[in-house]
């Protein structure tokens, strides 16, 4: 592809994807374009073997877009890079068509493994700000990643994943019911055991209720029977006067 239809591939990738561009000429000023045209570059010296040539090309983009694309991805049509800074592609990730990734986000390895190390992810994933996705297995097509998210396995097509670690909670656009999911309202042992506290101290206050309130009645059941004990003596004793 020649750098005319590039540029003009871009424009249109650019245009589709981000509504705050306002002119084709703001395309030239995008991070985005810069790091995948010289990653271009630095891919083709890569598969020519120059690999110092590569990484070379490769580290003066980052220099200048804060992305870092290691020369060795694999990379399909219509990447975007919204924003840039703190973008980071490693070697052995491979990228489908129409790929959309925000800043800070980071397809990497784990560090246990070799070889591949790096994930594939397939034609449309979005993946969001923040988001660290990290492995050798395969976000399918179509799907998303939650702003965030630390995703350390494989997601299949249409999905959306959030969270540390990632789980899925949409999948085909059916949302998955929650369960044990919720990542947000995680429990609060603190707050747990003050709850158990106050069961516990409402149940002896309850307690020590009944139990003044037997005594009050045993109380009263004592005086009754000392009240007819005393008029069953005096009568007794009238009697006997008689
Ligand atoms: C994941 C995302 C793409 C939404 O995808 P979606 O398929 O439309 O999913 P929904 O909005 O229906 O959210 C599904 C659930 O995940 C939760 N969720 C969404 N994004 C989340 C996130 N980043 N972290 C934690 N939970 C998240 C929602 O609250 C919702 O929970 P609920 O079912 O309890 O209501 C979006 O939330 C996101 O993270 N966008 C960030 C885009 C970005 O990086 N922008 C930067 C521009 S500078």
């Keep these: 592809m020649g750098i005319i239809s590039y540029i003009k591939e871009e424009i249109q990738v650019i245009r589709e994807r981000d ?20 990653y271009r570059v630095a891919h083709k010296l890569y598969l020519k073997k120059h690999y110092f ?59 246990k493994e070799q070889g591949k190390r790096h994930p594939t992810l397939g034609d449309n994933v979005m993946v969001s700000a923040g988001a660290k996705v990290l492995g050798s297995f395969k976000i399918g097509e179509n799907s998303k990643i939650g702003a965030g998210s630390v995703v350390l396995k494989e997601v299949p097509p249409n999905c959306t994943v959030v969270g540390v670690p990632g789980r899925i909670v949409k999948m085909g656009d059916q949302k998955i019911p929650r369960m044990d999911m919720d990542q947000v309202h995680l429990p609060d042992p603190i707050s747990n055991d003050i ?38 003596t005096s009568e007794t004793e009238e009697q006997i006067s008689r």
Excluded at 19 to 38: C, D, G, Q, T
Excluded at 63 to 81: D, S, V, Y
Excluded at 201 to 228: G, V
């Design 195 to 232: 709850r158990e506290l106050q069961a516990d101290n409402l149940r002896m206050h309850r307690q020590i209720l009944e139990m003044e309130k037997r005594m009050r009645c045993m109380r009263t059941d004592d005086i009754e029977i000392l009240d007819q004990q005393e008029t069953d």
């Design 53 to 111: 040539l590569a990484r070379w090309v490769s580290q003066r983009a980052v220099r200048k877009t804060g992305i870092e694309i290691h020369p060795g991805a694999t990379i399909g049509k219509g990447l975007f890079i919204d924003h840039g800074s703190g973008v980071i592609i490693g070697e052995t990730a491979e990228l489908g068509d129409n790929v959309t990734l925000y800043q800070g986000v980071t397809l990497g390895g784990t560090g």
């Design 19 to 38: 509504p705050a561009i306002k002119s084709n000429m703001e395309v030239f000023l995008y991070p985005s374009f810069k790091a995948i045209l010289r």
